[in-house]
């Protein structure tokens, strides 16, 4: 194994522990149907994966990645920073379609994890995106920006 290895494996697993340290949430707007969420969230993941007008997301920007890549290694930096920029593009666009995010408990978590198809796991989450969360749900709100090796902050 070479040193590039190590230090893109050690790199990698520090992003996807920081990642995997947000509470799961789920997109939430009251008394909303099933085919106007799915189709809220095609459109929306569609979006956020071409940088597309109307997400008011923050478009991949392949030069932020590639000036780090000589450290790093281009690849998995470019991967990084397309993968966050895309996450952000979506959740704009879900909040700009009046959507709120509603962190799961840890037994609604455990319950959707369960469920065996793609059609319950549908249902299942048409049925909880429509309920009225109360004080659970909450706006979006813009990350803060941290500058590093990727991300310069304006």
Known sequence: MNWRMVVSSALAAVVLNGC???????HTRPLVSQSELLGDIDRCQALARTGGAGAN??????????QAGAALGAGIGQGI???QAQQTGYERCMADRGY?????TADELTAYRALKT????KAWLAAFAARDHGERSVRRTE???RPNLLVACN
Not at 60 to 66: D, E, I, Q, R
């Open 57 to 66: 997301g923050m478009p991949y920007n392949p030069a932020l990645p590639s």
């Open 20 to 26: 995997a340290t947000r509470d799961p949430f789920v």
């Open 118 to 121: 793609e059609d319950e796991r």
């Open 100 to 104: 709120l995010q509603t962190t799961l």
């Open 81 to 83: 920073a397309q993968a």
């Open 143 to 145: 990350p803060e920006c």
